[in-house]
């Protein structure tokens, strides 16, 4: 039998992983929408994500946060970034004493710049903070749940605990390698957002292979720089969490980023966009958490920085992509 898990967050993500748990033991799925939990319990079904997948009958689902975080060994968070801090403060009273938690949410706070991982380290206990890790790669959840072969990194500065996530998510068709550079996990997962908009942007406007390619390119250049004076290892943006997540979030139809991009580069209106959307596009208010983050560090992105004026209002696509190619010009690796 396996051990007591809690995940929190019913979206596409949160019921994935809620699947992957099931099947070495018990799941409490902890949501905010009581349909979810009636439809959960009668159906086996999520009514607002993922509806083709069936949920085993172990998966119980609740709106009481208490009861999904009590006594748990893992607790994973899969709630949007925004939501992180307000959920996991409120989780705390009942947290295990020697629980994981594992991170899925990819985003930086708008407001901190702080990545996920050092957000649960200011609001959990100093004794939980050997026991935060993450996991990003990637990973389509409706992909998960069909059972198509997917491989991740779960990220933790100690190494054991990383090792038990992997233990307790890994099966036939979900394979997770371990990592000790958790914020060049998070920093890949979080920042690719922002390139797939970039993407989406030029594909919208039907700017060609060439022009998809070196913006891949050169948004890996700019993630790694930022990376590498937050502390990260470089190496890690070459893995799964950083160039295999970049990849399919630049180039996936299932790439809620990508869309957003996609539908800007057609001239359509951020607002309206969004409204559309039944899930959140993290690259959105990412994009934004970078800019500032980039300024404090005296980092040059300027990828990232054309997204968020196209977000803003300050450029049109077409704008953004033209002052990019007017750049003063300069070699591909400076040291």
Not at 43 to 67: K, Q, S, Y
Not at 261 to 281: K, N, P, T, Y
Not at 301 to 314: S, Y
Request: one cysteine or more; a negative charge.
């Amino acid at each position: 039998m396996g051990i007591p898990v809690g995940v929190l967050g019913g979206g596409s993500f949160g019921t994935c992983l809620a699947l992957l748990c099931a099947q070495h033991g018990d799941v409490t799925l902890w949501t905010r929408h009581e349909d979810v939990v009636e439809s959960i319990h009668t159906h086996h079904r999520n009514p607002r994500h993922l509806r083709e997948a069936e949920i085993p009958e172990n998966v119980r689902a609740t709106t009481d946060l208490a009861a999904a975080v009590k006594d748990k060994e893992l607790l994973v968070c899969a709630v949007p970034s925004h939501a992180l801090r307000d959920v996991m403060a409120r989780a705390v009273p009942h947290l295990a004493e020697g629980a994981i938690v594992l991170s899925a949410v990819k985003g930086i706070e708008c407001e901190t710049g702080m990545t996920m991982h050092q957000v649960l380290e200011d609001v959990l206990p100093r004794t939980h903070h050997a026991r935060i890790a993450v996991l990003s790669g990637p990973s389509f959840a409706s992909e998960i749940a069909q059972r198509k072969p997917t491989v991740v990194t779960i990220a933790c500065e100690e190494e054991t605990y990383a090792i038990s996530v992997q233990a307790t998510l890994s099966c036939p068709w979900f394979r997770c390698y371990t990592s000790t550079d958790v914020m060049g996990v998070e920093l890949g997962g979080a920042l690719k957002n922002v390139i797939a908009i970039a993407v989406g942007m030029c594909d919208g406007q039907e700017a060609g292979h060439n022009t998809r390619a070196a913006i891949m390119t050169r948004g890996l250049t700019e993630i790694t720089r930022l990376g590498i004076r937050m502390g990260a290892d470089p190496t890690t943006f070459l893995g799964l969490s950083g160039m295999g997540d970049l990849i399919l979030t630049c180039t996936g139809d299932l790439s809620r980023n990508r869309h957003v991009g996609f539908e800007l580069g057609r001239g359509r209106s951020l607002d309206e966009i969004l409204g559309e959307m039944d899930e959140v596009a993290e690259g959105v208010r990412t994009t934004r958490a970078a800019c500032r983050l980039a300024d404090r560090l005296n980092i040059d992105m300027p990828i990232a920085r054309g997204v968020a004026e196209v977000l803003d209002g300050v450029r049109t696509p077409a704008e953004a992509g033209a002052l990019l190619m007017s750049r003063q010009l300069k070699a591909e690796f400076t040291r």
